[in-house]
């Protein structure tokens, strides 16, 4: 098919070698009768033109050689594993396991103190507001008491003034 012929042009434009191309284009010689053929296609040049050299490529008809040389190779395989490289990938493996395990643990060894901190710190924040406000309370409640005692010493002097006064008046009576 046409994407087949495109496919094998791309290919074997890759194997041409371009140092041989651009000389041939400048040799006189090879310039007027320069045919070249590879596998399955052959170069011509077409007459010079104003905007440089053209060629004409044609592709002949595909061979089953050529179809097997463009066949795409498996991927080398692995070398077989001794029993000292596998033994040796278990135990980077198990350092790998033991490391990020030590490393978790330390994580939640620092966020179970950050935590711990942070309890004691809004203790002691407790343990202090209680305090000061039961020395406030305390305060206050002297305060209240000093306060009516002495409302009611002024109260008392009041009234023992008025019964002196209406004894007082009594006597004048």
């Known amino acids: ?10 290919e074997k434009m890759k194997e041409l070698s371009m140092l041989s191309l651009i000389c041939s284009c400048f040799s006189q010689q090879t310039r007027n009768n320069l045919v ?11 007459n010079k033109r104003a905007s440089g050299q053209a060629f004409e490529v044609i592709l002949k008809p595909p061979t089953p050689v050529s179809e097997v040389a463009h066949s795409i190779t498996s991927p080398p395989k692995k070398r ?6 596998i033994q040796k ?6 350092n790998r396991r033991r490391s990020q395990e030590a490393q978790v643990l330390r994580a939640l060894a620092e966020k179970r103190e ?18 000061m406000a039961e020395e406030k309370l305390i305060l206050k409640m002297e305060q209240n008491k000093e ?7 002024a109260m008392m002097e009041r009234l023992l ?13």
């Open 80 to 85: 077989d594993m001794s029993l000292e490289d």
């Open 36 to 46: 070249c053929e590879f596998e399955d296609m052959e170069v011509k040049p077409i």
């Open 161 to 173: 003034e008025k019964e002196q006064n209406a004894a007082i008046l009594q006597q004048n009576s």
């Open 147 to 153: 306060n009516r005692e002495a409302y009611l010493a």
């Open 114 to 131: 950050h935590e711990r901190d942070v309890l004691l710190k809004a203790m002691e924040e407790n343990s202090n507001f209680s305090k």
């Open 1 to 10: 098919t046409l994407f087949t012929a495109v496919m094998i042009i791309i």
């Open 89 to 94: 990938k278990l135990e980077a493996a198990e």
